[in-house]
Nanobody, 115 residues
Framework: QVQLVESGGGLVQPGGSLRLSCAAS????????MGWYRQAPGKQRDLVAS???????TYADSVKGRFTISTDNAKNTVYLQMNSLEPEDTAVYYC?????????WGQGTQVTVFL
């Protein structure tokens, strides 16, 4: 059983930055896909950024130029660097990893951007 544990969420003012971390209980080299998703109250869970194995990173249009996804294979961790945060970025952020036929989700970390 694979576990994903997110951390790094919190309260921040508009324009601020946060770095989210997702630590996996096994080597992330075994995943063919890792991504960050977010879900605001009353809304569906949407993709924020993804990093497929051997592929190109992708970003939601709303975060392009502000967020960066990266990995540290030695630490079995995927990061989401979030800059220039806006109130609209407020949501619970989830980490997802896939190793077909399995998909794994973390428990989520709350990000709140307040005025």
């Amino acid at each position: 059983q694979v576990q994903l544990v997110e951390s790094g969420g919190g309260l921040v003012q508009p324009g601020g930055s946060l770095r989210l971390s997702c630590a996996a209980s096994r080597s992330i080299l075994g995943f063919n896909y890792m991504g960050w998703y977010r879900q605001a109250p009353g809304k569906q869970r949407d993709l924020v950024a993804s990093i497929p194995k051997g592929g190109r990173t992708t970003y939601a249009d709303s975060v392009k130029g502000r967020f960066t996804i990266s990995t540290d294979n030695a630490k079995n961790t995927v990061y989401l660097q979030m800059n220039s945060l806006e109130p609209e970025d407020t949501a619970v952020y989830y980490c997802r990893a896939t190793r077909p036929p399995y998909t794994y989700w973390g428990q989520g970390t709350q990000v709140t951007v307040f005025l």
